[in-house]
């Protein structure tokens, strides 16, 4: 898996991270045209620490001490990754996919290993590993239910 770094501009002051937000989002976001997920980002002016592509690579945008805008309310406490959804989506095609099982081996895999870095490195305990529609409910419903959610916290904290 390669780990690229590519800075968002978008965030701000942090404090030490206390939790960590996962999030989905589509690959390419058709706007008219499609833009890559992490372009698309820099447009609307927020971020997040870190991409976990389809093919399993990372895509490190924010530092772990900077902020970054990824959920309103803990952009100064929180680490915040996105899951991108392979492929062209708008919002309703996006919605429709988060339904079902749409992370692939290799970005679990990629995305276990970096929530479960994190957690250690800033000693974040099992609560504090949250999805985005928990924090934002009625608002977000991210990553959605096809996300693995229990297995994913269970796999990042097995062993402790």
Sequence with gaps: KMIKHEPLEAGNKHNKPKMIVVHSMG???TDPYPIHAQDF??????SAHALICPNGDV??????????YHARGYNTDSLGVEFLVQGNHDYT?????????????????AGV?????WATAWNIPKEKVVRHCDIS???K??????FKWTEFQNKIFEGK
Excluded: H, M
Excluded at 93 to 109: G, N
Excluded at 113 to 117: A, D, G, L, Q, R
Excluded at 141 to 146: E, I, K, M, Y
């Design 27 to 29: 690959e390419f976001i």
């Design 41 to 46: 980002l820099a447009k609307l002016g927020l």
């Design 93 to 109: 095609s996006f919605i429709e996919t988060i339904k079902t099982d749409y992370v692939t081996a290799a970005q679990w895999d």
């Design 141 to 146: 419903v991210d990553p959605g239910t096809g």
């Design 113 to 117: 290993e970096v929530v479960k870095n």
């Design 137 to 139: 409910p009625g608002r």
């Design 59 to 68: 895509i490190v945008c924010r530092c772990d001490d900077e902020g970054a």
